[in-house]
């Protein structure tokens, strides 16, 4: 097995987690191919899931639902990656944290992610598909919540 191209699949992985909480669009568009696919869903609340098909629909959708000062956290871990020649797959557990100030409410949730990933000709490896089912989602009101007090950096949250 070669650890090399495990490390950089484990480091794109992180890269998009990364981009996603930090609002870098760009770089979470260079983490996928142009003909990537993603499927974003939740049994946990019934919910079908969302497709999008094409990295600029992808990045569309995670704009409009994670942008707009929404702060997100997201954590990877325990990835189980399986490499053939120049595509992979990978599974990952992950956990995440959305705070929407705008509405006063915290999610938190789990799920595994299911991507694929692909090494293009610039000898990078980006993912050709993203995708998880949620285990779980919770949320709360700042109402609920009382004495809750929110400091964010300036860039996260809008003034």
Do not use: C
């Not at 990364?18 to 260079?30: C, N, S, T």
């Not at 946990?44 to 969302?50: F, L, M, P, S």
């Not at 954590?75 to 120049?86: F, K, R, Y």
Request: avoid cysteine; hydrophobic fraction near 40%; proline fraction near 3%.
């Amino acid at each position: 097995m070669d650890l090399v191209v495990l490390e950089e699949i484990r480091r794109l992985k992180y890269r998009y987690l990364r981009a996603v909480d930090l609002k870098q669009w760009d770089e979470v568009a260079d983490t996928f191919t142009a003909d990537a696919t993603a499927d974003y869903g939740t049994r946990a609340t019934g919910e079908d899931g969302k497709h999008f098909e094409g990295r600029d629909a992808i990045v569309a959708f995670l704009i409009e639902s994670l942008g707009n000062g929404i702060i997100t956290v997201h954590h990877a871990g325990q990835p189980e990656i399986e490499v053939d020649g120049d595509t992979a797959t990978g599974r990952w557990s992950f956990t995440d944290k959305v705070i929407v100030p705008e509405h006063k409410v915290i999610i938190e949730g789990a799920a595994f992610y299911e991507d694929t990933y692909r090494r293009e000709t610039d000898g990078a490896w980006r993912m050709t598909h993203i995708g998880y089912v949620r285990t779980y989602e919770s949320m709360v009101s700042w109402k609920d919540t009382p004495g809750f007090r929110l400091l964010a950096n300036r860039w996260a949250v809008p003034a």
